[in-house]
Structures are given as C-alpha cells and as structure tokens.
C-alpha cells in the first residue's frame, strides 16, 4: 500500500565521436598497456559488447577472412547466448597488429592484465576512468557525463539508429532477450532531438493568415 518514490528518470549518457577520439589518443601506443586500452575501447565503439563479454573474448572467438583479417568476433553473451558482431576495417587491421605484437598464447584471453592473469571488469572500469581523468581538460564536456563501459554500449546502440538500422537488427547486434529493451534507445534518440530542437531559434513569423474567400463562405453557409 505504500506508494514507491517518484524520481525523475535519468538521461542516459552517450560518447560523441570527439568524445570517442579524444579517449582513444590518450592512449600511450608505444607501451603494451597504452595498446591494450586502445583495443579495448576501439572494441567497445565498435562492437557495443557488455563489459564481461569484453574480458571474456579469446583469441579463439577472431574469426579471420580468407587473407587472416579479422572480420568478426564471436561473442558468448548472457543466459549462454552466442552472437558474432562484425567488425570495421580499422578495427581489424588494429586488432590484427594487436596478436601480432603481443599475443603468444593462441588459446588464452584476448585481454590480460600487468600480470598476464586475466583483466576483470573492475579492472576495464579502472583503466577508461584513468583515460577519462587524462581527457577532461582537452575535452571539458565529459565532465558532464558518467563514462562507464557500459556508456560504450549505449552510444554503439545510438549510433546504429541514427543510421538507419532498424531496431530489431540492433537487438540482435546488442544480444538483447527482448526488442522492449532495444526501444530505450528509440526513446533517448527522440529525447535528444527534442532538446535539439529547443536550441534551435523559431522563426519570427508564423502566424496563420488564411481567411476563406466569399464562394467558399457562401458555400458553407448553404451546407
């Protein structure tokens, strides 16, 4: 009988592409570390994957073209479900540069840690918080924003809608049980265009002048 506490609902944070870029050149490439991040966050933009799928992805799970390019990654997500999410070329040519140069066991994990255990999710959260803290300067919106792994996710899911991929192809890339949960995004990129348009000055006059002639007021009167 007691009635839950009303909250208004919180926006959901997504990257822009400048957002994306500035993380991704914090990244110190000339270190193993430094390219470890960089994949890490160039396979989250990419793949939209949650975060235990990200730590959980093998070398086994790159699935390879004819000429050894990478082209999918094979994805063992919730409830026991499997997907294979396509991969861009840039993606796949870091990736593949990635094995090459740091990659000895063929049959381990994708990601490891300082280590060479495996990198756990608390670990992932850590290392983009760091990257988050180098960026704020030279990019103060993020400030605004929680940037988590899941943040990835969310702006993958926004960004395919926004190019005209229809919802239920979303949830399969996304592995979502249900489209009711892919909908969120339909709602969050209407809510954006919404304050989109609030910014935007309305034009000074539009004013309706329209006043029927006699013919058509003689008409209707006869009606």
Request: glycine share 4%; hydrophobic share 35%.
């Amino acid at each position: 009988m007691i009635p839950f506490k009303k909250e208004e609902k919180r926006t959901m944070d997504f990257l822009t592409k400048d957002e994306y870029n500035a993380l991704v050149s914090a990244c110190d490439t000339n270190s193993e570390l430094g390219c470890r991040d960089k994949l890490m966050l160039v396979l989250l933009y990419n793949t939209g994957v949650r975060v235990s799928e990200l730590v959980g992805i093998k070398i086994k799970d790159i699935i390879t073209d004819t000429n050894g390019l990478p082209s999918y990654v094979h994805i063992h997500g919730k409830g026991r479900k499997e997907r294979d999410v396509p991969l861009w070329k840039s993606t796949a040519a870091f990736l593949r540069n990635f094995m090459e140069s740091h990659i000895s066991d063929s049959t381990g994990k994708l990601f490891v840690n300082r280590t060479d255990g495996d990198l756990t999710r608390s670990g992932v959260r850590y290392r983009l918080k760091c990257l988050v803290v180098k960026t704020l300067e030279s990019v103060p919106s993020l400030k605004r924003k929680t940037i988590t792994p899941h943040t990835f996710r969310h702006s993958v899911a926004l960004n395919l809608l926004q190019s005209g991929v229809d919802i239920s192809t979303i949830a399969i890339w996304l592995g979502h049980e249900s489209i009711l949960t892919t909908h969120k995004y339909m709602e969050a990129d209407m809510e954006m265009k919404r304050r989109t348009l609030e910014k935007i000055q309305e034009p000074s006059d539009i004013s309706y002048h329209f006043r029927p002639d006699d013919t058509m007021l003689a008409f209707l009167d006869s009606l």
